[in-house]
């Protein structure tokens, strides 16, 4: 069993549509979340970052923990076709060691 | 642009050969971190280095080695090329070393086709 498992989709959505992107997650150490995004033929960018459980919320962009169901998502609000890209959940027990999911691939049709 | 510099972008090569991917890290940061990229295994970590120390091992298979030198440029060496070798190899950097955040600087990567 892989410590992180993520839906590697590919997730098709309308404009505007609200999305929800989900990881979990088996090493209970892990303290650190991290949602990256990566565009084609890029490496992956940081999009949001969490510590411990709990919400964060950037513009269009909320990341949640749940460290008791050991589950974390990102959501994005109003998604434009700028948004279609592959989104990496990672985290880290803070060891410096970053452990990534396998990406799930996100298209937003105009 | 992230500041992380990886060469060579693209590179061919046959089984058996012995290739070196180059990683110029972003100012400042000490830490130093390769990625393989493959579609069936995802974003797998491989090493780490913190100021010219390795701090972290992951999934590195015995035919590939690393090193990060004084000026915090970091090589990865992948020998006896097997096909399976065919990634994406990804740099990334960051100022922190052991107990770090996670935030890191991805390069573009350096696509290896092994043929």
């Known amino acids: 069993q892989k410590e992180v498992e993520q839906d590697p989709g590919p997730l098709s959505v309308p404009e505007g549509a609200i999305v929800s992107l989900n990881c979990t997650y088996s090493?209970?150490?892990?303290?650190?979340f991290m949602w990256y995004r990566q565009y084609s033929r890029k490496g992956p960018e940081l999009l949001m970052y969490?510590?411990?459980?709990g919400n964060k919320e950037d513009g269009r962009f909320t990341a949640q923990v749940d460290k008791s169901s050991k589950y974390i998502s990102l959501f994005i609000r109003d998604s434009q076709p700028s948004d279609s890209a592959t989104y990496l959940c990672?985290?880290?027990?803070?060891?410096?060691?970053?452990?990534f999911g396998q990406g799930t691939t996100l298209q937003v049709k105009p | 642009d992230s500041g992380v510099t990886q060469t060579p972008k693209h590179l061919i090569t046959a089984t058996g050969q012995r290739v070196t991917l180059r990683c110029s890290p972003r100012s400042g940061d000490l830490s130093v971190y390769w990625y393989q990229q493959s579609l069936d295994q995802g974003l797998q970590f491989l090493i780490q280095y913190y100021n010219g120390e390795e701090r972290a091992k992951g999934n590195i298979l015995e035919r590939f080695s690393a090193q990060q030198f004084p000026d915090l440029h970091s090589e990865l060496n992948l020998s006896s090329l097997e096909l399976g070798d065919s990634a994406l190899y990804f740099c990334?950097?960051?100022?922190?070393?052991?107990?770090?955040?996670?935030?890191?600087?991805f390069g573009e990567g350096s696509r290896l086709t092994v043929l």
């Open positions: 990672a985290m880290s027990a803070g060891t410096g060691k970053l452990i």
């Open positions: 969490t510590y411990s459980s």
């Open positions: 990334a950097s960051s100022v922190a070393g052991a107990g770090g955040t996670g935030e890191l600087f």
């Open positions: 090493n209970s150490a892990f303290q650190y």
